[in-house]
């Protein structure tokens, strides 16, 4: 059974912080390391949008313009797990934050393209 879990979310005032993790499990990610995981977040009443991602082989990041300098993602392949480290935390960043996972290596920034989702962690900043 693949599954991924996200945890981290919590309530944090403006300008603090939260790293939020995705847990991957599942004969799927039995080559985790190969695996392009990213992260999506949706706001009440807004579209789920792309925030960043991993590519595999290799780790490369990428991120949204709207996150870019304040958050970084790592990966831990020994242990199938997936990093969102957020900082300088505006309100706007208020959202349900889902990590997917796509079954190559390569990075996309469009939902659809991803194959598996965590059920999603609630993030909520404060002003």
């Known amino acids: 059974q693949v599954q991924l879990v996200e945890s981290g979310g919590g309530l944090v005032q403006a300008g603090g912080s939260l790293r939020l993790s995705c847990a991957a499990s599942?004969?799927?990610?039995?080559?985790?390391?190969?695996?392009?995981m990213g992260w999506f977040r949706q706001a009440p009443g807004k579209e789920r949008e792309f925030v960043g991602g991993?590519?595999?082989?290799?780790?490369?990041?990428y991120y949204a313009d709207s996150v870019k300098g304040r958050v970084t993602i790592s990966r831990d392949n020994a242990n199938n797990t997936v990093y969102l480290q957020m900082n300088s935390l505006k309100p706007e960043d208020t959202a349900v934050y889902y990590c997917?996972?796509?079954?190559?290596?390569?990075?996309?920034?469009?939902?659809?393209?991803?194959?598996?989702w965590g059920q999603g962690t609630q993030v909520t900043v404060s002003s």
């Open positions: 997917a996972a796509v079954l190559g290596s390569i990075l996309y920034t469009q939902s659809g393209r991803y194959d598996y």
């Open positions: 599942g004969r799927t990610f039995s080559t985790f390391s190969s695996v392009a």
């Open positions: 991993i590519r595999g082989r290799g780790g490369s990041t």
